[in-house]
């Protein structure tokens, strides 16, 4: 764990918030602080104080404190964030908003209400009780927080025909940096009264304002789901099914992408298979959703394309059949750990022209720096994860691997794509943003910054400024979602 220095004006400050909010909700230590050290990037640092949200007015009283006395806040919710987002690189406070996680359906206005810490399978099973649907979801659904998703813009496999959180955000209401209340928007739908800051704080990484209440577009619940998979001769001709099936006019809800390394891990490590007579090939998994009618107008229209392109294809008759669909994506990514006992899993996205040379690069990138890289991904919106694996005890696996990185992140943007879809840009993607935009856009990144957060409190030492990730050994844990023991120090 890195130390940082405490000054005597921040312990006078952290017992003075600990008077004013009470000693059960400002840990000073124990295990609930250590956890919330870091996120799922594993890299923990020292700080001062926990602070445990349960009300507005115990976000507004920390914020208030902190800007006075130039105090560091890391807000998370359930710290899911792969990239560092969530860790205090600078010390200070961690404000922990999971306590507040109220979920308020409004169905007559095809609205939730929640507060930040409401988890999202949460708010999609509220919705789902009244009828309604909440479309993002995540990977991580069951464990992170709608105020982290919000944080970075968080996505998932639905984004194919949804889009992502900000296109399901009606209205924020929180504080600034400062501690002074503010809202941008409310329950309606149309709002054009001054500058639109809502959409700043989305993906904003908590840098710029804390959430302590959002209003989420809710759309009707689809009537069915039509779930398949296809196997493919080679990985081009995979992503040029992908290409002719939205070109086709296909409106798919998902459309995952496996590369021949991801159906490997899943195959013969994981023990997957879904196609007795077709083996280690690349695969889609497609579904649609919408009316009977229109599923069975689809399954119609789909036969011309499976014929022309797939190798093998098979569909889902039940919700359980669905299921057993799902689970090479489920496992594949667990079963890379059979080639190295690290990951560096790199949400990168390309357009959709560029998907075949990204897949020929991908080939490049894993014979120049000798490492197994698969990959897979959203497919029908470019957002594919690289998973560069490596032994973390071999110095020279490291030194190919942070090396890998940047050439990945390199070869992206050449193709038009950008550095990161859902993940965000925290610590460990901060030394590429300049490759990524250019001195103007960060520019104005930085003015946005010191004009909302002028004394520079809020999550600092994330996005702008280059963290050496490879300095910095990750703790020894497992997380909730790790489906193992929490706790290992």
């Known amino acids: 764990m890195k130390t940082t220095r405490k000054t005597k004006r921040g312990a006078a400050a952290t017992k003075q918030l600990r008077t004013l909010l009470g000693p059960r909700k400002v840990l000073l230590e124990g295990d609930r602080k250590f956890m919330a050290s870091f996120d799922s990037s594993k890299l923990s640092f020292e700080y001062d104080a926990l602070i445990v949200a349960r009300s507005e007015k115990d976000v507004g009283e920390t914020l208030r404190l902190a800007n006075r006395h130039k105090i560091p806040v890391t807000t998370r919710g359930t710290g899911t964030s792969l990239t560092g987002s969530a860790s205090p690189v600078q010390g200070g406070w961690v404000l922990d908003m999971s306590r507040m996680k109220r979920i308020a359906i409004r169905k007559e206005k095809s609205m939730a209400v929640v507060q930040p810490g409401a988890v999202v399978s949460a708010i999609q099973e509220a919705a789902d009780a009244e009828g309604l649907f909440y479309p993002p979801d995540p990977s991580s659904l069951k464990y992170c927080t709608i105020g982290g998703n919000i944080a970075c813009n968080a996505g998932g496999m639905r984004c194919a025909k949804y889009g992502v959180t900000r296109d399901f955000v009606v209205a924020l209401e929180g504080f600034l940096p400062t501690g002074e209340k503010v809202s941008w928007g409310g329950e309606y739908k149309k709002f054009a009264t001054g500058y639109n800051i809502r959409d700043l704080w989305i993906g904003s990484e908590g840098t710029l304002g804390v959430v302590t209440k959002a209003v989420l577009k809710l759309v009707p619940k689809p009537e069915s789901t039509w779930t398949s998979v296809a196997a493919f001769d080679t990985e081009r001709k995979a992503l040029m099914a992908v290409k002719a099936l939205l070109k086709e006019g296909f409106a798919p809800s998902i459309l995952e992408y496996l590369d021949e390394d991801s159906v490997y891990c899943a195959e013969e490590i994981a023990g997957v298979r879904l196609f007795k007579s077709v083996g280690g090939k690349p695969l889609l998994l497609i579904e649609f959703d919408g ?16 014929d022309k392109y797939t190798l093998a294809f098979k569909s889902a ?13 489920r496992k594949c990514s667990g079963a890379m750990f059979a080639m190295g006992n690290a990951k560096l899993n790199e949400d990168i996205v390309v357009p959709l022209e560029s998907q075949l040379e990204f897949a020929r690069e991908i080939k490049r990138l894993r014979k120049r720096w000798r490492l197994p890289m698969p990959t897979f991904g959203h497919a029908a919106d470019g957002n594919f994860h690289v998973n560069i694996m490596f032994h973390r005890e071999d110095k020279a696996e490291r030194e190919r691997a942070e090396n ?11 193709l038009g794509g950008t550095i990161s879809g859902e993940h965000g840009i925290g610590l460990a993607k901060s030394p590429f943003l300049p490759i990524a935009r250019n001195k103007a856009e960060i520019g104005a990144m930085k003015a946005i910054k010191q004009g909302l957060d002028p004394n520079g409190i809020l999550n600092p030492g994330k996005l702008f400024e280059p963290f ?3 300095e910095h050994t990750p703790v020894t844990v497992h997380l909730p979602w790790d489906k193992k023991p929490i706790l290992k120090r």
């Open 317 to 329: 008759r039940t919700e359980a059949a669905a299921d057993n669909l799902w689970e090479v994506r």
């Open 468 to 470: 050496q990730v490879w």
């Open 404 to 414: 890998a990185v940047r050439d990945l992140m390199e070869t992206v943007v050449r």
């Open 291 to 306: 009316s009977r009618a229109e599923l069975r107008a689809v399954r119609s229209r789909l036969r011309s394309w499976t």
